[in-house]
């Protein structure tokens, strides 16, 4: 292994710099910047109703009276 490889994993990466934090303290802010950093995968954007086949389906429409305007109603 190279020397900078060595030196990187001996490297803590947090590091108090001022004060005494007990330990519940300095846990409490591993947890959240562990959470802070797990973003996960960003979620799936919703689904466009243009792109529905379900929309092209349509009901059979009856011969009655206001048929025709029941036919270009979106449902």
């Known amino acids: 292994m190279a020397n900078s490889e060595i030196d990187d994993r001996a490297r803590p990466l947090l590091r108090i710099v001022r004060g005494e934090p007990t330990d519940d303290e300095i846990a409490a802010v591993v947890i959240a910047l562990a959470t802070r950093g797990s973003g996960g995968a960003p979620p799936a954007p919703a689904r466009s109703l243009w792109r529905s086949r ?3 389906i349509r009901p059979a429409v009856s011969p009655s009276p206001g048929a025709w ?3 270009g109603l979106p449902r």
Request: charged share 35%; hydrophobic share 15%; aromatic share 0%.
């Open 54 to 56: 379900s929309r092209n």
């Open 69 to 71: 305007r029941a036919s």
